[in-house]
């Protein structure tokens, strides 16, 4: 007789686990996707001033070169970590969740230059952490 789901209890913590330690495995390669475009974006940054159009007046207003140093550092550091997500190392996760968190606010204040992607990359974010704080911490994924 076969039992179903809701009555075994280690089948449904086996699924629970697969689904996040594939949330974790999507985090950190959306990290490095995510770090990987950060870099190209401050390069671009950084080799000219007239990539990007400024919409009006912001409070958080920095020189496209300023930008282009922040995109560029972040983004090396986000994508270093998400390979790190990747290979299950213990300090990825925390400081996943940490640049995570920068790169919200990062994209918040760039929201001139680029509204779509700045919202776009605000939500995975927000994915991001939202895996690496509940995902599997045993898993070792790549």
């Known amino acids: 007789m076969t039992q179903h789901t809701a009555s075994n209890p280690t089948a ?36 000219t001033d007239d990539v990007y159009q400024a919409i009006g007046s912001y409070v958080y207003e920095f020189s496209l070169t300023t930008w282009g140093w922040i995109h560029l550092v972040l983004g090396a550091l986000v994508a270093v970590t998400g390979w790190g997500v990747l290979k299950g190392m213990d300090w990825a996760r925390g400081v996943g969740i940490g640049l ?13 230059y680029a509204p779509v992607w700045s919202l776009i990359s605000i939500a995975i974010a927000g994915f991001v952490i939202w895996a690496l704080a509940t995902g599997d911490r045993t898993a070792r994924t790549v």
């Open 100 to 112: 995570a968190a920068l790169y919200m606010i990062e994209y918040f204040m760039f929201l001139p």
């Open 12 to 47: 449904a913590r086996s699924r629970s686990s697969s689904w996040a330690e594939g949330g974790t495995v999507f985090a950190g390669i959306l990290m490095m996707i995510g770090g990987v475009l950060g870099i190209l974006n401050g390069i671009a940054g950084i080799a």
